[in-house]
């Protein structure tokens, strides 16, 4: 994960295919863990539209990771 304006950012390789994206798809509120830290909150997936998230995003997947190819989805924590 990267963090990006108090918000969590993840990648799904599988795109709209990974079964945790279709879970958020039909339901937008999740767990997720940060630091062993569990938190309840949202997630949705980043428009294709919101192009200089997805570019900032992207650069930060890249030099954490090396690699930003899939669908990013944004984690919001309540």
Do not use: C
């Amino acid at each position: 994960y990267v963090k990006y304006n108090e918000k969590y950012y993840i990648i799904s390789e599988r795109k709209k295919y990974a079964h945790w994206v279709q879970n958020i798809l039909n339901n937008p509120n999740v767990t997720f863990t940060i630091s062993n830290k569990t938190v309840e909150g949202s997630a949705r997936v980043v428009d294709n539209k919101e192009s200089e998230l997805i570019a900032d995003v992207s650069n930060l997947m890249n030099k954490k990771y090396g690699w930003s190819d899939g669908l990013i989805v944004e984690l919001h924590s309540q």
